[in-house]
């Protein structure tokens, strides 16, 4: 029995028991195409069918940054850093739906896609990941629009400045995108057990948004607040990002740097997690 | 002897009814922690308990496969068979590593395609090529393979003309073509198949077992195959598997597996013959050979029905006898109401169902449901079941095989010119 099994090299082996850290990497590489098809596909039929087709990805964040202006900025009259306010919440809008929305999507994998996951086995995270690499071409696109509103306002004169932060800028958006995925991970890996959870996610995250410093800057925060909104980790993240394009707000390597760790944490966690689940989910959900 | 493909050894799958988790939040940290730190096994795992759904278990954890071990050469066809909740979908899917056994390991040797479904994946929106192209990355090709396979697998779908129409515009049979083309042409060393054939039509799943067929003599493809129609198990497959309640009844070639499980799926008599307004006490079939279930073709033979009518006497009774073949469709039917006799019936009663003359049954398994109304219906399902042999050359002079339907109708050809 021995002998006839050592005699013989697996090419894979089922076992109940995965070591914790098995994040099968291989696997993941050989079914890059997959992801090339995944992303396809959500973006194919995003637009499938709809008049205004990519043009919806410019509505939403200039309608929901035309509704800032008027209630944060003029009914309540919080600060913008000296910024029009229509480029502040823009920039903070554009890239705080580009994390949201990697939590909110990927929060939902296991649930969305449990027929699939019931029938074919490929490495789950590719899913996961395909959802962050479609976001980020939505996000792309919507980078467009606030780059051109950029343009615009300083023709007609507003004080911005690009500063070498915005050499950064591809680390910001890693940053994000693993936090988010990180976040989205556990969440899903839980909700397969308790699925109230998914009812506090986009909740959570609307609130989320408040603890960041999208709909005011860091430096009008209250002093007794300040330690706390600087301790989420997103919020060095939209500061840099400010600062890199416009010139305001506040930029530290340090709360940079802790958020990195943060994300490292939370990213590795949530893959060790997703991967204990994936295995026996389809049994459970 | 050839090399080992598949090598599965004690293999367990434990499912919990009822809820899931262990109850409570400790528990599951408890067992968590043991599993995954410790390196245990589950805790809260009992033993002994055997997945019949006929029979409540005393204990909510319910094996759906136990302790199974077997080999599977390179090269094999092989069928897996067994009643509905045997273990064979949970057994491919460990197998297409959908979800893990709770106990024991699979050692595979070569690639593994599985197809437990068709068009996994396939998005309405997409035109029928992309759709090709996501289903097989889903299937674990990748994209120059299946470039490089296109124009065969429109080929063999025959949906060429729509292949740039979204595929939510198709009818359900040009998807299935589609989406069996893409699996037909995955190129992996070991292929799991469900029973996705039972859905196309006759021509096309011709097509598939054919394609099937050749890939496993003609590329030493290993395959598994589950299915309940035990024809295409006997063509394609050179063994088989019977699983019976999650463990393994038999293994053998094909044609014997197929014979085991045939004369034991039927036979779990006794086990349902009892209803509380009726009951069968004796149910026989009684031939040339006595009361084996086992009738010669063309002879007489009797079926004999004992029962026992819980309210005692009563008007009317109405008793149905429907005879089904091996894949279960009724093939013909004897009943008091169809002969118009009128039956008052006692509270213990003996009939018996003389068939006689001629007509005969292909030579094959068959089984027998029995309806009764006494007024309300009362159906008892594979009652019983019996093989026709044909040993002498009585009616038909050459071998009445399958594809001539189940019932030889005696006649004379007169010809006239």
Redesign the interface.
Known sequence: MESSNSSQDWDLVIESKSSLFDLKLYDLWRYRDLLRMFVKRDFVSFYKQTILGPLWFFIQPIFTTLVYVFVFGNLAGISTDGLPQFLFYLSGITAWNYFADCITKTSTVFKDNANIFGKVYFPRLILPLSIVVSNLVRFGVQLILFFSMMVYFYLDGADIQVTYVALLFPVLVLLMAFLGLGIGLIITAMTTKYRDLSFLVTFGVQLLMYATTVIYPLSSAPEQYRGFIEMNPMTPIIESFRYAFLGAGEFSWNNLLYTTLVTLVVFILGLVIFNKTERTFVDTI | MG??AI?VENLSKI?RLGE??TGTVSRDLERWFR??VL?QDDPFLQIGQTNDRATKGDSNVVYSLQDLNFDIQAGDAVGIIGKNGAGKSTLL????????????????????A?L??VG??F?P??TGK?NI??NG???????KEITRKLDEIIDFSGVERYVDT?VKRYSSGMYVRLAFAVAAHLESEILIVDEVLAVGDAEFQRKCLGKMGEVSKNEGRTILFVSHNMNAVNNLCKKGIVLSNGTMAYQGNAESSVHYYLNNNQNSKGADLKHKEVSITALTINSRFGDVNTVEAFERFQLTIEFEIEKGEMQDLYLGVFFKDAYGSRISSISNWLNSQDFKAAKKNKITVDLTHGVSFREGNYSVDLEFFIPNKVYFENALSFEVINSSTTGYKKEFKSEYGNVYVPNKIIHEV
């Open positions: 090399k080992t090598k499912y899931i988790g599993m995954n390196n899917k460990i197998l297409s590593r959908v979800t893990a056994p709770s106990v024991g390991s699979v050692k595979v040797k070569g690639r593994v599985s437990l479904e996994t994946g998005h929106e997409l992309e192209y996501l990355a889903i299937l674990g090709m990748t994209k979204p």
